[in-house]
Every structure is written in C-alpha cells, then in structure tokens.
C-alpha cells in the first residue's frame, strides 16, 4: 500500500515536473519522494539541480544532504548539512543530522557537540540523545553514556532501544544486576528483539547462573532456530558446567550453520581436547589459527598447538583417549568427564570475554 502511494505521489509530481522543469520546489519534492523510495542516485539528481537553483532553501539542503548520506557521501553531506543549519540555526533537526555525518566519519567529538545542540534546541529529541549516547560509548565514557540513554528513555519510555543500549553499557560497567533487569524490561517491550535475549544469557553465563542462560539463549532458537551464535552459545554454557558432551552438540550445530566462525572453532577444539580427541582438536585448532579475523590469544594458542601437536606425534593420542572414554563411560549423564576436561570447558573462548559482542549492530538512528 506504502509503495502504491508512494508510485501515484511520483506520477503526480513528474506530472507537474514535466510541466514546469525548472521550478526547484518541483524538483526537490521530486527527488524527496524519490528517496523516500531508495532510488537514492535518481534522487541525487533532482535535489542537486534543486539545491542550484535555490541555494538558500534550508530545506532543500536539508534534503540534498540525507540522499548524499544515504549514498556514503559523507563530506558533501556534511557541506549541504552545515549550510541547512546556517540558514535555519533553530532546527534541530538540521543539528542532528549534522551529528550522524560527524558520527559515521568517526569525528566523535564533533558529534557530540552536534547532538548536544540538538538537544539544546529540542529538550525532547529523544533520538539526539540515544545517538549522543553511543557518542559517548565511543569515547569510553560509559558513565556520560548511561545518563544519555536513561535520558531518551525519560522522554520515550517504550523507546527499547535506549533500553538495550542502556543495558549494555551498564554491563560494561560491570553493573551486572542492573545490566540484567534492564534486558528484562527490553524483551518486556520487544519480546523478538534477539540480541536482547543474547545478552540477557552473557550476563547470566558471566554470572554463573548456567540455567538462566540456558533459558535465554534458547528463547532465540524459539524464534529463530537457525541462529548459529545462540547453538554457540548454548555450547559454552554446557561447558561451563563441564559438559563436554552436551557443549559439543551446540558448537557443532553452530558450526553446521556457519562455518566462518572463529571463536566456535576454538572452544569446539578445546572441548574436543578435554575429551581427549587430539587430533580432532588440532584440526578445529588450526582451523581458527588460519582465520584473518581471529586475534584472541592467537600467539599463545599457536604455542599450544604445537605443543599438542607433538604429544599427537609421540603416540600419547591412543592413550589419552583412552582413558577419555574410560571416563565418559563413568559419566552417562554428562557432567565433568574429568579434571582435564573441567579445566578445559572454564577455558572455553570467551566465555566472559564474548559477553556482548553483537552490540555494534544495534547502531544508532
């Protein structure tokens, strides 16, 4: 229906566009509608010869600049965006806007300041402040964020991601508690919102509480059974628990979904390991090793592998998993196979570490 009405405004408009082809206010609602339909570079067009025409329309600058946006022309939209807000300083949305061009060519703290204007223009411009919020997370300045994002959810309570953000940070904080009932709150408002449940499980697994985050991370399978990091996750948290076995299962249905997984090779190699299947291990081993994106711990990891290398070399192998199965057979139910293997499923990647990697794409608005 949206786009329905969007194709008749475009007619209509072309319509008196051809009729009159050098009136800029055609023009610029010309390309604007445009734009609003994702056909940015037809959209450029209009809006540039608009913007020529009529240089000093905030509004058409204004709009010049979101389509060079939207096209990853970040300092011709800054130009258009700075020349909207010195022909209408009082709009703070021309601020805004002015904030994200600084904020995505990582100029933070010319962000900050745009958004801080924003606000000062508009005390209730909840997204300035969300956006000023994760300018301030950028910055390190976790605190400053925290007030940011509580300030946004002051002016829009249901806004939920604030919510999350707020809870994010709190959890780097190391305001776990609070970390904690704040994803609550955002799956009471979103109960889709899937990073929510994710991070909701970190927090618990950086807890301890093992059941909790069982619980969360498959809530995600609920909605979505092919998600690859929560099977992961599931993993780590049986490994926690020094369930090999049970972890296995998890990192091979993650790995099954998405073999570019680094972190999963990894505590799939060391689960394997504790188990005593070394040569297995060494291949899941060499499998992260070899992946460009995987730098945790990489040199010592490296050392580690050769050192198992060898000792698969001298013929421990049979031994080892020998006495693995010996083990496993003392323990149906799953729990620590051995000391080796509770030592192996505390070191699992990232258990802590990991807690909320998916934070970067909640974005800003």
């Given at each position: 229906?949206?786009?329905?009405?969007?194709?008749?405004?475009?007619?209509?408009?072309?319509?008196?566009?051809?009729?009159?082809?050098?009136?800029?206010?055609?023009?610029?609602?010309?390309?604007?509608?445009?734009?609003?339909?994702?056909?940015?570079?037809?959209?450029?067009?209009?809006?540039?010869?608009?913007?020529?025409?009529?240089p000093?329309?905030?509004?058409g600058?204004?709009?010049?600049?979101?389509?060079?946006?939207?096209?990853?022309?970040?300092?011709?939209?800054?130009?258009?965006?700075?020349?909207?807000?010195?022909?209408?300083?009082?709009?703070?949305d021309?601020?805004?806007?002015?904030?994200?061009?600084?904020?995505?060519?990582?100029?933070?703290?010319?962000?900050?300041?745009?958004?801080?204007?924003?606000?000062?223009?508009?005390?209730?411009?909840?997204?300035?402040?969300?956006?000023?919020?994760?300018?301030?997370?950028?910055?390190g300045?976790?605190?400053?964020?925290?007030?940011?994002?509580?300030?946004?959810?002051?002016?829009?309570?249901?806004?939920?991601?604030?919510r999350?953000?707020?809870?994010?940070?709190?959890?780097?904080?190391?305001?776990?508690?609070?970390?904690?009932?704040?994803?609550?709150?955002?799956?009471a408002?979103?109960?889709?919102?899937?990073?929510?449940?994710?991070?909701?499980?970190?927090?618990?697994?950086k807890?301890?509480?093992?059941?909790?985050?069982?619980?969360?991370?498959?809530?995600?399978?609920?909605?979505?059974?092919?998600?690859?990091?929560?099977?992961?996750?599931?993993?780590?948290?049986?490994?926690?628990?020094?369930?090999?076995?049970?972890?296995?299962?998890?990192?091979?249905?993650?790995?099954?979904?998405?073999?570019?997984?680094?972190?999963?090779?990894?505590?799939?190699?060391?689960?394997?390991e504790?188990i005593?299947?070394?040569?297995?291990?060494?291949?899941?081993?060499?499998?992260?090793?070899?992946?460009?994106?995987?730098?945790?711990?990489?040199?010592?990891?490296?050392?580690?592998?050769?050192?198992?290398?060898?000792?698969?070399?001298?013929?421990?192998?049979?031994?080892?998993?020998?006495?693995?199965?010996?083990?496993?057979?003392?323990s149906?139910?799953?729990?620590?196979?051995?000391?080796?293997?509770?030592?192996?499923?505390?070191?699992?990647?990232?258990?802590?570490?990991?807690?909320?990697?998916?934070?970067?794409?909640?974005?800003?608005?």
């Amino acid at each position: 229906m949206k786009t329905l009405l969007q194709n008749v405004k475009l007619a209509w408009v072309g319509a008196r566009r051809r009729a009159d082809p050098d009136d800029p206010r055609v023009m610029r609602r010309f390309g604007e509608i445009l734009h609003e339909m994702g056909r940015d570079r037809e959209a450029w067009v209009s809006l540039a010869d608009a913007a020529r025409l009529e240089p000093d329309h905030a509004q058409g600058q204004f709009a010049l600049g979101s389509v060079l946006a939207a096209l990853g022309h970040l300092p011709d939209a800054r130009l258009a965006f700075v020349r909207a807000r010195r022909l209408d300083p009082g709009n703070a949305d021309y601020a805004f806007a002015v904030g994200n061009v600084h904020f995505e060519a990582q100029e933070i703290d010319f962000a900050v300041r745009a958004y801080e204007t924003a606000i000062q223009l508009r005390p209730d411009h909840a997204r300035a402040m969300f956006n000023l919020g994760h300018a301030f997370k950028e910055k390190g300045l976790l605190r400053q964020a925290s007030v940011a994002f509580r300030r946004a959810l002051s002016v829009e309570p249901r806004f939920f991601k604030a919510r999350f953000m707020l809870a994010y940070v709190y959890a780097l904080m190391d305001l776990n508690n609070d970390a904690i009932e704040q994803y609550r709150l955002t799956i009471a408002q979103s109960p889709d919102y899937l990073k929510a449940w994710y991070n909701l499980g970190n927090c618990y697994l950086k807890r301890g509480q093992t059941t909790e985050a069982l619980e969360a991370y498959r809530a995600i399978l609920e909605r979505e059974p092919t998600h690859a990091r929560a099977h992961f996750a599931i993993g780590q948290a049986y490994a926690r628990r020094g369930q090999l076995a049970d972890a296995m299962v998890g990192f091979q249905q993650a790995l099954a979904l998405r073999g570019d997984f680094p972190e999963c090779h990894l505590a799939y190699a060391r689960a394997l390991e504790g188990i005593g299947r070394l040569r297995q291990a060494l291949h899941h081993y060499r499998v992260y090793l070899n992946d460009p994106v995987a730098e945790e711990h990489r040199d010592d990891i490296a050392e580690h592998v050769r050192g198992l290398a060898s000792a698969a070399g001298e013929g421990r192998t049979a031994t080892i998993e020998t006495r693995a199965a010996r083990d496993r057979g003392a323990s149906q139910d799953g729990r620590a196979v051995d000391a080796r293997a509770e030592i192996a499923g505390r070191r699992v990647n990232g258990v802590d570490e990991q807690a909320l990697v998916e934070q970067r794409s909640a974005g800003y608005d």
